[in-house]
């Protein structure tokens, strides 16, 4: 699906309401909902949430934007804004959503800032360039991104925005992406840590085969019993599938002894 904006009404804002109304109706944002907005910008689609949502907290890091928008929303009761960094900024201990334009420089840090989170959202709706898009779904092969993020969300790719629809057209294709926290995340919360520290070891050995990667911390028979166990062939780590990463890491921690462990917690 291509979202266009056929009304008429820097940073790459959006221009049209109608086009936010759009976006906000393909989620499931609802009127009890604590709702994040990473960079407000000038309140576009903050104008549309706190009508959708019970209560939204606007971040926004450019001081005059925030003023702008200070001035904007004066006297609303179910907006708050902050002043701030996001990668600084603390997420709600509570349950809550994402909806927003993020800066499409700083996305893959923005989404790690929170899956690293104490809560993780419900749900994200992002406005991201279509590489990062494709990049944190594995749409096109598996990524370091894709991988660390699907255990805990299932995501997809809804649709691609029309570029004419921001006021600085931007020179790459913008996507609507969903990100649906899991009910049921695939790896423990005591196993995050541990497990962020494995897939990223295994993405960044540079070796040939994803199992040369792990040479370090898993003997030579174990990696030829793990390789016939999961019939994993001479792979990079980009062509394992998402399904043989989650095995391969919870068969590692089954069979890795304490220094194995210590070696890879080391890199």
């Not at 649906?180 to 423990?188: D, L, T």
């Not at 497990?195 to 030579?220: A, H, I, P």
Request: aromatic fraction near 10%; charge should be positive; include cysteine.
């Amino acid at each position: 699906m291509v979202y266009h904006q056929k009304e008429s009404l820097g940073q790459n804002f959006i221009k049209y309401r109608g086009l936010v109304s759009e976006l906000i109706a393909e989620s499931d944002i609802n009127k009890d909902d604590l709702v994040v907005e990473i960079g407000s910008g000038k309140g576009i689609i903050t104008q549309a949430l706190i009508k959708s949502a019970a209560n939204v907290m606007g971040i926004e890091k450019d001081s005059t934007l925030v003023t702008g928008l200070h001035k904007k929303f004066d006297g609303i009761k179910n907006l708050e804004i902050i002043e701030g960094d996001i990668l600084k900024t603390k997420l709600p201990d509570e349950e809550y959503k994402i909806f927003s334009n993020i800066p499409f420089s700083i996305t893959s840090e923005i989404l790690t800032h929170v899956l690293q989170s104490k809560v993780l959202p419900s749900s994200m709706y992002l406005i991201m360039q279509q590489e990062t898009a494709e990049k944190f779904s594995g749409a096109r092969c598996e990524t370091l991104s894709s991988i660390l993020t699907k255990p805990f969300f299932e995501i997809k790719i809804l649709g691609e925005i029309d570029r004419t629809n921001f006021t600085l057209k931007p020179q790459v294709h913008i996507m609507f992406t969903s990100f649906v926290r899991r009910k049921q995340p695939f790896i423990k919360e005591e196993d995050k840590k541990i497990f962020r520290q494995f897939v990223t070891y295994g993405f960044s050995q540079w070796k040939e085969t994803v199992m040369d990667s792990y040479k370090k911390v898993l003997t030579f028979d174990q990696i030829k019993n793990v390789k016939k166990m999961l019939k994993i062939g001479d792979v990079k780590p980009s062509e394992l599938s998402f399904d043989k990463w989650l095995l391969l890491f919870k068969t590692w921690k089954r069979i890795a002894n304490a220094k194995q462990i210590a070696t890879l917690r080391s890199q």
